[in-house]
């Protein structure tokens, strides 16, 4: 029973335009999520987070947002540049907060042509 | 300058052999973990480690048992490998439980 999904397991964006990812999950006790971005034969790098407490947190061109009563997050990329090509991972804690324990969802490969 | 380093970063071996992977972080963070990706790409914890003591132990075959000699260092040692455990195995640390994680480069484990 996966509890973090990402329905698209892949998206196809022109440089300059928005990439939006999406990512639902199914556990209300989660309190905090994050994206994570995966170039190949790399690990996982921290990308972006939101505590429950909120429904947008930016950086830069990156957004997330939340929507607790629909169990959803989703994360934009605007614009969206070649080097952003990477497959992006959404988390939560499963839990209480500030554990380590982080649920995954399979991911989203995500292309950004020139 | 490596933060998270994993070695080593491919391992091939046959069924029933025993393997190590080593992993170090140089960020002086108190936590380490062990992540698995299968073959669907799901991440999915294994083990955590705060300051040499375990954590997290999610349910793990026996035959998988970690090893924190200091909080700097989280190896993983396997027995008795089987096909199945041919995965992507992360190392990754946090300065606390619940900061971000980051991720060293990933052992590819191939079970032949």
């Known amino acids: 029973d996966q509890q973090v999904k990402q329905n698209s397991p892949s998206l196809s964006v022109q440089e300059g335009r928005i990439s939006i990812l999406n990512c639902d999950y199914t556990?209300?006790?989660?309190?905090?999520f994050l994206w994570y971005k995966k170039y190949p034969a790399e690990g996982p790098t921290f990308l972006i987070s939101i505590s429950s407490i909120k429904d947008k947190n930016e950086d830069g061109r990156f957004t997330v947002f939340l929507n607790k009563s629909a169990k959803h997050l989703s994360l934009h990329i605007v614009p969206s540049q070649p080097g952003d090509s990477a497959v992006y991972f959404c988390a939560s804690n499963y839990g209480s907060s500030n554990t380590g324990k982080l649920i995954f969802g399979q991911g989203t490969t995500l292309q950004v042509k020139p | 300058d490596t933060a998270v380093s994993q070695t080593p970063k491919y391992l091939v071996t046959q069924m029933g052999n025993d393997k190590s992977i080593k992993c170090e972080q140089n960020l002086g963070h108190d936590t380490m973990y062990w992540y698995k990706q299968d073959s669907k790409k799901f991440l999915k914890i294994m083990f955590s480690y705060n300051n040499k003591e375990l954590i997290i132990n999610e349910t793990v075959p026996n035959r998988f048992s970690p090893k924190s000699p200091d909080k700097a260092h989280l190896n993983l040692h396997i027995n008795s490998l089987e096909l199945g455990d041919s995965a992507v195995y992360f190392c990754a640390s946090s300065r606390r439980d619940g900061e971000k994680l980051f991720f060293g480069s990933g052992t590819q484990l191939s079970v032949l």
């Open positions: 556990n209300s006790m989660f309190d905090y």
